[in-house]
């Protein structure tokens, strides 16, 4: 399996937008509005695991200021996972952020979601705190130094 790693700051609306919008309901069961969602973020940067034509990953986040990161949504198609898809696109993810000069990304989670909590503990990031949000859900706000980047698979 060889796995291609799309790093781009806009997507059109073309067949890799689609493909992130298509697994971003797969996973997370809806659309959330995601096209209107990320007009509305600053410096959009899109991590996207390809094999063929076919969107298997992604990462999305935005910039929060001059050195901060916020790492916003992701995930890898069903039939991909545990093949180490996930940790490829955070430490592309990160590299870049290190080549532009972010110091520092962030970014929250539930613990519905463990494997996202596990593999961003594993991989350098410390639990700021926890709230619970709007819709009663509990959520837990992560956060990671760049300057020294270790990453583990």
Sequence with gaps: MCINYVITNSISDDPILDGIIELHKVIF??????????????????VTA????????????YEHDATTFYSWLGGVDPNYRNSGIASA????????????????????TMNKWRHMLILNIKNGFDVLSTYTDEKGWHKIILEKKLHNEQVND
């Design 29 to 46: 069961g809806c659309d959330d509005d995601l096209i209107n969602k990320m007009a509305n973020k600053p410096k959009l940067l899109f």
């Design 50 to 61: 390809m094999l063929d034509m076919k969107v298997v990953g992604y990462k999305i986040g």
């Design 89 to 108: 696109l955070m430490r592309k993810q990160h590299q870049y952020l290190m080549e532009k000069g972010y110091r520092v990304v962030q970014t929250k």
